[in-house]
Every structure is written in structure tokens, then in C-alpha cells.
């Protein structure tokens, strides 16, 4: 049995229920698996939403998280994805001093060579907006810690799959045409 941690990063497609987020989360608690980043929004598809999770975990483990999770009722479907399956970012926000902007050009060169960008400018502090990976975010806030972080938050992890169909809406196919010849 293979007992190497990856990131792993699950997605579960559900209804919008009240609790379902405690159960999902639970089931994680269960199976000693700390979640590392959890996101949730609705999805491309009307009345669906999507978690977003980001866990360590071997794949054993993790495949029994992910059916554990299908077994709720209100959970259309759940897949888990390796980093080299999906395209992902983080969004994150620092507020640093408007003095440090205009006294040094140093956090112009950092927003210029990070792709970030300003979202505000006041008397008192500056926002700065960035997305990228974890460790991209990572760096810029440690290029600014010297210039004085005022807040700093980051989101949980997004994604999409690189795969040219959506999974869910093949499912939902599935199950819709399933459905029809149970009828007839």
C-alpha cells in the first residue's frame, strides 16, 4: 500500500443544502485527513454547487474520502485530481502602508514582477490583489513583510479540470438517460 502524502484536490458537485458542508467536512475528521483549503461557489451548471478541497493524503485514502462523500444525499457526484490533472490559482490580498509605495519604488517593482496589481490607494494603505499558486502568493508576501504588512488573506484553492468536457454535466447526462429507459 502506497503511504506517500500528495496534495490531492477534491471536488464535490451537490445541491446548495444547509449542513452538507459539515458533512462533507466530516467525513475527512473521520479518516484523520486535516483539509488544507476549502472553497465554495456555485458552478457553471443552475442550482449546483461546487467544493472545492485541498487535502494530504495517500490515494487509498483519499478514494474512500470521495466515496464517502457520494454517499451523502444531497452530493451529485465527487472526483479527486493530482496538481498535473487541473489548472488552478489562489487569490490573495495585502494591505501594506501607502507610505512604503511612495517612499521606495521597491513595492512598484514587486507588484510589476509578481503580476499582481493595486486595487487601492488611500492616505493610510495600499491594496494589493495577486492570483497564482501557493507559493507564488508565498513569495510576494515575504518580498513585502519587510515594507510592513498591514493584512494580508488568502482564498482557498480553485479549479477547474484540463479536460475539454465538464465530468458533472456527462454525469447528469448519464443519469438523465438511465433514468429514461427505467421508465419506459
Not at 475528521?29 to 494530504?56: D, M
Not at 495517500?58 to 493530482?82: C, F, G, H, M
Amino acid at each position: 500500500m502506497d503511504t506517500e502524502k500528495t496534495l490531492y484536490t477534491v471536488t464535490v458537485y451537490s445541491e446548495n443544502q444547509v449542513g452538507l458542508l459539515n458533512q462533507v467536512t466530516i467525513v475527512f475528521t473521520r479518516r484523520q485527513v486535516n483539509i488544507e483549503s476549502l472553497t465554495v461557489s456555485r458552478s457553471a451548471i443552475p442550482g449546483v454547487h461546487k467544493f472545492t478541497i485541498t487535502a494530504y493524503a495517500d490515494e487509498d485514502t483519499i478514494r474512500k474520502v470521495v466515496n464517502q462523500i457520494e454517499k451523502r444525499v444531497d452530493v451529485l457526484k465527487a472526483w479527486y485530481y493530482t496538481d498535473d490533472e487541473i489548472i488552478f490559482q489562489e487569490v490573495a490580498l495585502y494591505k501594506v502602508p501607502t507610505d512604503s509605495l511612495l517612499d521606495t519604488s521597491t513595492i512598484e517593482e514587486m507588484v510589476r514582477r509578481f503580476n499582481a496589481r493595486i486595487l487601492e490607494v488611500n492616505r493610510t494603505y495600499t491594496v494589493i490583489e495577486m492570483s497564482g499558486h501557493q507559493d507564488e502568493i508565498q513569495a510576494l508576501y515575504e518580498n513585502l513583510e519587510p515594507t510592513g504588512i498591514l493584512q494580508f488573506v488568502r482564498s482557498g484553492r480553485i479549479a477547474i479540470t484540463k479536460s475539454t468536457v465538464e465530468r458533472l454535466s456527462d454525469f447528469l447526462a448519464e443519469m438523465e438517460r438511465r433514468k429514461i429507459c427505467i421508465s419506459r
